[in-house]
């Protein structure tokens, strides 16, 4: 062997055994990155997301466990609203509870009152994250106030908006729904007489939120004493009192007699009767985005709800839920929980977050930020929720609704009006029903917490 060939296997050598030791060390970056993944602080978060919702909300946890190495959210979902509530105090009453849980916006005082939870603003100021809650856009924020500063993280809000079909109004000779009910009320009957659409307005199944809670807000009727709650535990419901509730209740009354409004039959959901071009209207969340999008094969659109003549609509309130971050873990827990809740707040993040699923952006400055990219005026009914909800100045009557155990005497509330679609109640009666039952909840609920 001549030096040079010898110079060059000793060349050889050197390389493949320099590739060998790079193959171990890579793997053993690799185990060493598996590890590392392994050892990350779990973050246990339970929500009511559910179908194309649960898919982005899961995308929405890979996308914070992927920007950093120290903390893995768990998203488990829990059921609706509901059911999510029931598994917490369940689970709480053992100490097998989340860190984080998504709770309703009726289920505030619920949650407030429970002694089970650390206020957001406490947990992030401790983690060192500031957060400026003035941003937050004001009926959102406002809705879950405490002496200045939101309580829990505003996250998945939203207020209902109207949809309509555009060819269905254009067939009837209509450019697009009236503002006011009275102007509706004609074109609807319209649509029906000329047999452009086999219904004019499919019922929601939140009608009890979209069709008369919010309804009374925005004609500025008061629904409950104290400012519908937020002054105090010792509220009453007085919203069979207002001539315009009740007017409100008989108006769809008569439409369902009439044929117009349909309520949706066994295997069939309200926003199906509208996205098959069954039904030409449906009051719904602006959340209702992704279905209808994907859903309806017409030109629709959508606006602002109806307000009565005469009258100058105040603002919608919110629905949707907030995330609340629950007493019991550890250190290590709750510096995770103020990493996720920082990312939830970016403007970035909620951008992303309102794009993806028709949710308003919970702050000015993510609002600002859709705005600046064009996006509103590429997609025009994404904004009308956020204008609904900041037109004006919020009143005691349109600020939203603070009522404990907001769930039962909501339920009263449906049970009583389903006396009036079948013929059973007139609408007065079955108002002031669902105000005496109401108010025997609230009654029950001032005397366990007054004293707290």
Not at 393 to 414: C, E, I, K, W, Y
Request: charged share 20%; proline share 4%; aromatic share 10%.
């Amino acid at each position: 062997m001549t030096a040079e060939s010898s110079m060059g296997a000793r060349l050889r050598r050197a390389i493949r055994s320099f590739a060998a030791g790079a193959a171990l060390a890579t793997l053993g970056l690799a185990a060493a990155g598996e590890v590392s993944a392994a050892d990350r602080v779990k973050i246990e978060w339970w929500n009511a997301a559910g179908g194309r919702l649960a898919e982005i909300t899961n995308k929405l946890i890979a996308d914070f466990n992927a920007s950093q190495d120290k903390y893995q959210v768990v998203g488990i979902g829990k059921g609706n609203y509901e059911e999510t509530m029931a598994a917490m105090v369940a689970a709480y009453r053992v100490r097998q509870q989340p860190v984080l849980i998504q709770a309703a916006e009726r289920g505030f005082l619920t949650m407030y009152n429970s002694g089970a939870i650390i206020p957001v603003p406490d947990l992030m100021e401790k983690e060192g994250y500031k957060i400026d809650w003035n941003d937050f856009v004001a009926p959102v924020a406002g809705f879950y106030l405490v002496d200045g500063k939101p309580v829990a993280m505003p996250f998945n809000s939203s207020t209902p908006i109207f949809w309509y079909n555009a060819d269905h109004f254009k067939a009837a000779g209509f450019d697009k729904p009236g503002e006011t009910w009275q102007e509706l009320d004609k074109q609807l009957r319209a649509i029906k007489e000329k047999g452009v659409s086999k219904c004019q307005m499919a019922l929601a199944n939140d009608f009890y939120w979209s069709l008369i809670e919010n309804y009374a807000a925005i004609q500025d009727q008061p629904y409950g004493t104290k400012a519908n709650g937020f002054g105090g535990l010792d509220t009453e419901f007085i919203f069979n009192k207002s001539p315009l509730v009740v007017g409100q209740v008989t108006r769809l009354k008569t439409w369902l007699d009439a044929g117009i409004l349909q309520i949706a039959g066994q295997g069939l959901s309200p926003d199906q009767l509208f996205t098959s071009g069954t039904c030409s209207t449906y009051v719904a969340s602006t959340a209702a985005h992704a279905a209808v999008e994907s859903g309806a094969k017409f030109n629709w659109s959508a606006t602002f709800l109806p307000h009565e003549e005469g009258i100058e609509p105040k603002n919608s309130t919110i629905g949707g839920g907030a995330l609340w971050v629950l007493k019991g873990k550890s250190d290590e827990e709750y510096a995770g929980a103020a990493a996720f809740l920082n990312f939830l707040a970016s403007p970035k993040t909620q951008v992303w977050w309102s794009k993806q699923t028709g949710y308003v952006p919970v702050t000015n400055a993510a609002y600002e930020q859709a705005k600046s990219e064009g996006y509103f005026k590429d997609h025009p009914t994404r904004e009308i929720a956020i204008l609904q909800l900041t037109r004006g100045t919020p009143t005691d009557n349109s600020r939203g609704f603070r009522f404990g155990n907001h769930n039962q005497s909501m339920a009263l509330l449906v049970e009583e009006i389903q006396g009036v679609w079948t013929g059973q109640k007139t609408p007065q009666e079955a108002l002031d029903e669902a105000a005496v039952r109401g108010n025997q909840i609230l009654r029950q609920y001032e005397q366990l917490h007054a004293a707290k």
